[in-house]
Nanobody
């Protein structure tokens, strides 16, 4: 069992930045890939970024490319999402997830464990 706890969400003005963190406990952190998803009211859950077990390979949704950066610190059991140049359309609940798959996973069904989420609200 893996427990994931997100933090760092909040209210920010458009153009601002936030850094989300997700602390994992349980099994060996470096054994699984990680992803950040978001879900806005009335919309499907969307993978915005993912990172491989080693941290070498990353994926970004087109909507966040060049604005968001995913990273992981295996020594601290933590994955981060640095979000810059935030837009009102980035408003959503952001969730981190962990997967046992060895490839980069961008679909929610590929993930085995989920955090509870943290709210990000971007005002115009």
């Amino acid at each position: 069992q893996v427990l994931l706890v997100e933090s760092g969400g909040g209210l920010v003005q458009a153009g601002g930045s936030l850094r989300l963190s997700c602390l994992a406990s349980g099994r060996t952190f470096s054994n699984y890939g990680l992803g950040w998803f978001r879900q806005a009211p009335g919309k499907e859950r969307e993978c915005v970024a993912a990172i491989s077990r080693s941290g070498v390979t990353t994926y970004y949704a087109d909507s966040v490319k060049d604005r968001f950066t995913i990273s992981r610190d295996n020594a601290k059991n933590t994955v981060y999402l640095q979000m810059n140049s935030l837009k009102p359309e980035d408003t959503a609940v952001y969730l981190c997830a962990a997967t046992w798959t060895t490839r980069i996973a961008t679909i929610a069904n590929d993930y085995n464990y989920w955090g509870q989420g943290t709210q990000v609200t971007v005002s115009s």
